[in-house]
């Protein structure tokens, strides 16, 4: 059976099913080529820069920009580019990073947290509908005849939309999960890395020996001086 007849028996509800799968496949697709992104690099550039910084802030802020096509770059550059910022302050824009970068990892959960939601939904609709169309033209007195071999038919038809929707929903889930979990994971490592970073800063800021880090920095030179 090609997707066309399968539309065809399985009723008007086979189409909108179809759009959530292709949302859901589309969605799938963008987003586990974006975690296989994350997680192969990820670890390699947070080491960089926590190995960095407590000899370098200058040049753990470089690592930091040089990293931001991931998100552990940009969540730990968004203190690092900060120019001598109190420890308060430094965390709260590496809270607020990881807030956002967070967000970001989230992006398409709404649509297979719909697909889940609605497909099973519209596979019973599809049943139900067909059903009613097949039971409808039945009499009384046609019951045990041949007459019925038609409706068994329908009957069996009209349970497609439900297969579809069932599978179309366990499939989204089963990635919908898979995506909650790596963000979890992100989450710790967002968590330890910030810690180990703000350590080093609160660390480095009570001996009194943060350079500035701020972008394009240029010393004064030529200080005023005052005459007595």
Partial sequence: MNIGELL????????PLLLLSILAVGT???????WSQVLLKEREVASRILETAPRDWKAAQEVARQGREQPIGRFLFA???????APELFQLALEAAADDELANMRRGDKVLEGTIAISPLLGLLGTVSGLIESLSS?????LGTQATTGVTLGIG?????????????IVSLSFYR????????????????????ELMYRQAWAAGSIAAIAN??????????TSD
């Fill in 79 to 85: 203190a690092l580019k900060l120019d001598k910022p």
């Fill in 138 to 142: 039945i009499q009384i007195s046609d």
């Fill in 216 to 225: 394009d920095e240029t010393p004064d030179k030529n200080p005023d001086k």
């Fill in 8 to 15: 065809e028996k399985g009723g008007l509800t086979m189409y």
């Fill in 157 to 169: 038809e009209s349970l497609i939309s439900t297969a579809t929707g069932l599978i179309v929903a």
């Fill in 178 to 197: 898979l995506f909650q979990l790596f963000i979890s994971n992100q989450a710790r490592i967002f968590r330890k890395a910030g810690n180990d970073l």
């Fill in 28 to 34: 799938v697709a963008e987003r586990l080529w974006f």
